[in-house]
C-alpha cells in the first residue's frame, strides 16, 4: 500500500476519497482515473479497496476543541460526596449520574433563592439548610408542574433525589430534615413495552445487507445480538474480543446493573460476528472491545442509538424502534413461547421477579387488544344496538 501511495500524489488520493465518500461506484472510478495516473487497473482497484476501509485520522487532524469537564469541575463537592457516598451502597454508576445532576438543580435553586443564606457547596454549607427551604422548592416543582413545564413523573424523580440527599444529611449528622414525598406528587412514569412484529424485522435486516454501507456487517452484528438476546445498549459497548467465544456459541455480556451473564448465540450470529472480526482484523484498532466505530475507537450507547436510528431510516424512512424496543420483544416472545420464567429472567438480566413479571402483563395486554375486537359477544352487542 505504502509503496504504491508514493507513485501518486495526494490531490489525487483525495480526490478519488472525495469521490467514494460520494458513494461513486469503484467501476466508475476506475474509468474517471484510467490513464490519469501510473497504475494499472488492479493496483487502482486495490488502493481504491484500501481507502474503503475505514481508518483513523492521524493525531494531527484530529484534536478535540476542548477537553470534557470531569466530576470536579462539574459539580460542587457536596454532590460528589453525595456520589462516593451512595457509590459504597452499591447505587449504579449510571443511576448516580442521573442523581447528581438532578441534586445540582436543587443547589442551584437554593443559591438563586437564598442568596444571603449561601453558599450551598460544601458539606458544611448544608447546615444553614432548613425545612422552609424543602418546602420552597416542592412548591417551585409544583409550579412548573402546573404550568405544564414538568410531568409529574419528572417531579417525583426530583423528589426522590431530593429525599436522598436529605437522607444522606441525616445520617452524616450534617443537618436532621425529614422528607416524605407528598401523596400528590407521587407519579410513575409511563413504561414502554413496544413488540415489533417478524415482518418488520425482517424489512431492516433486509436493508442492512442489500445496503452498500462500509459497516453494515457491524451493525447487522449489533442489531441480530440485541434481537437474539434481549441485550441492553450498554451491554453490547462493554462486549471485549475475550468474551466472544465462537467455537462454543458463547458471549458473555455485563454491565453494573446485572453483572456478568454467559448465553448462547446461533449459529447464523456467530456467522456474522465471525465476518466482522475479519474486518476488524485489518484495522490498527489498540483496545480489545468488539464493536469499534469509523475511528476504529470503541462503540458507545450513543453509537448504538445511532445504528438504530439510521439502519430504521434506511428501511422505512423514519425511526420506528429503538433498540429498547427489541429488548421488549424478544422478552415478550420468551415469554408467550411458555421458556421457563426463571431462564427468561436470568437471561434478562432482571434482579427482580416483578421486572420480569412487567412482560406477562403487557403480553397479556397485547393478545388480548388483537383478540377483542373480534369477539362474537362484542359483535352481538353491537348488532342489537
Not at 91 to 108: K, V
Not at 281 to 300: C, D, K, M, R, W
Request: some cysteine; proline content about 3%; charged content about 25%.
Amino acid at each position: 500500500m505504502n509503496a504504491i501511495l508514493s507513485t501518486i500524489e495526494s490531490t489525487e488520493i483525495n480526490e478519488i476519497q472525495h469521490l467514494l465518500n460520494k458513494q461513486l461506484s469503484v467501476k466508475s472510478i476506475l474509468k474517471l482515473f484510467e490513464g490519469r495516473i501510473h497504475l494499472d487497473a488492479q493496483e487502482l482497484l486495490h488502493l481504491i479497496n484500501q481507502l474503503l476501509i475505514p481508518r483513523k485520522p492521524e493525531e494531527t487532524t484530529y484534536k478535540r476543541k476542548k477537553a470534557p469537564l470531569n466530576n470536579n469541575e462539574l459539580f460542587p463537592q457536596v454532590i460528589l460526596y453525595f456520589e462516593k457516598y451512595y457509590s459504597q451502597r452499591k447505587y449504579a454508576s449510571t443511576t448516580l449520574e442521573i442523581h447528581m445532576r438532578t441534586l445540582r438543580g436543587f443547589l442551584t435553586f437554593l443559591t438563586k433563592t437564598f442568596i444571603e443564606d449561601g453558599p450551598f457547596s460544601s458539606l458544611n454549607d448544608m447546615k444553614s439548610l432548613t425545612k422552609m427551604m424543602v418546602h420552597a422548592y416542592e412548591e417551585y416543582l409544583v409550579d412548573r408542574l402546573n404550568s405544564e413545564q414538568l410531568q409529574l413523573c419528572t417531579v417525583t424523580k426530583y423528589l426522590v433525589t431530593l429525599r436522598l440527599f436529605l437522607k444522606m444529611l441525616s445520617k452524616e449528622s450534617i443537618v436532621k430534615i425529614s422528607y416524605v414525598i407528598p401523596e400528590s406528587l407521587r407519579g410513575r412514569a409511563k413504561r414502554s413495552n413496544d413488540y415489533i412484529e417478524i415482518e418488520e424485522i425482517k424489512v431492516l435486516l433486509d436493508s442492512i445487507v442489500l445496503s452498500k454501507s462500509r459497516v453494515k456487517t457491524r451493525d447487522l452484528a449489533v442489531i441480530l445480538l440485541v434481537m437474539e438476546l434481549g441485550c441492553r445498549p450498554i451491554e453490547v459497548t462493554n462486549i471485549k474480543l475475550t468474551d466472544v467465544s465462537l467455537s462454543e456459541r458463547q458471549i458473555t455480556l455485563y454491565c453494573e446493573k446485572s453483572g456478568l451473564r454467559k448465553l448462547k448465540i446461533s449459529k447464523d450470529l456467530c456467522m456474522v460476528i465471525n465476518k466482522f472480526l475479519e474486518i476488524r482484523s485489518i484495522l490498527n484498532v489498540q483496545h480489545e472491545y468488539l464493536f469499534i466505530n469509523a475511528f476504529g475507537e470503541p462503540v458507545t450507547r450513543k453509537g448504538i442509538a445511532s445504528i438504530f436510528e439510521r439502519t430504521n431510516r434506511k428501511a422505512f424512512g423514519e425511526l420506528r424502534f429503538n433498540a429498547k424496543a427489541l429488548r421488549h420483544t424478544y422478552a415478550t416472545n420468551a415469554l408467550d413461547n411458555e421458556n421457563d420464567f426463571d431462564e427468561v429472567s436470568a437471561s434478562m438480566g432482571h434482579k427482580h421477579r416483578c421486572s420480569t413479571e412487567w412482560y406477562i402483563h403487557r403480553s397479556v395486554q397485547r393478545l388480548l387488544n388483537r383478540t377483542l375486537p373480534h369477539n362474537p359477544l362484542k359483535r352481538i352487542e353491537e348488532s342489537d344496538a
